[in-house]
Nanobody, 116 residues
Framework: QVQLVESGGGLVQPGGSLRLSCAAS??????????MSWYRQAPGKEREVVAS????????NYGDSVKGRFTISRDNGKNTVYLQMNSLKREDTAVYYC???????WGQGTQVTVSS
C-alpha cells in the first residue's frame, strides 16, 4: 500500500508563490520507478490534472491553465514530488492532490487559497 502525504498549502496573495510537497511511502512502492501527478479540485468543479512527471523526471506535462507558471519536479532520493507554483491567480484556489497512477493512490490533499 502506498501512502502519499501532501504539505505546503496555505493562503497566498495573487501573484505570490507556494511550493507543495508530496512524500511517498510504502514498502511495496519503489518511488523511482513510477510517474507521479498533481491534481486539483476547486469547489463545485471536477478534479483536474495540473502536472505529471515521469519516473526519472525527464518528461513533464502541464495543464493549459498552469503552463509557464507551475513547475513539477521530484527527488527520488527523498521519495518526494514537488509543485512550484508562481504567479498564482485566484482561480488557482483549490485542494491540491498528489496521485500515483501506477498504485492508484491519492494523498489527502492540501488547500491552496489565493486571495487578497
Amino acid at each position: 500500500q502506498v501512502q502519499l502525504v501532501e504539505s505546503g498549502g496555505g493562503l497566498v496573495q495573487p501573484g505570490g508563490s507556494l511550493r507543495l510537497s508530496c512524500a511517498a511511502s510504502g514498502f511495496t512502492f519503489t518511488f523511482s520507478r513510477y510517474a507521479m501527478s498533481w491534481y486539483r479540485q476547486a469547489p463545485g468543479k471536477e478534479r483536474e490534472v495540473v502536472a505529471s512527471i515521469s519516473n526519472t523526471g525527464g518528461s513533464k506535462n502541464y495543464g493549459d491553465s498552469v503552463k509557464g507558471r507551475f513547475t513539477i519536479s521530484r527527488d527520488n532520493g527523498k521519495n518526494t514530488v514537488y509543485l512550484q507554483m508562481n504567479s498564482l491567480k485566484r482561480e488557482d484556489t483549490a485542494v491540491y492532490y498528489c496521485y500515483a497512477p501506477s498504485a492508484r493512490s491519492w494523498g489527502q490533499g492540501t488547500q491552496v487559497t489565493v486571495s487578497s
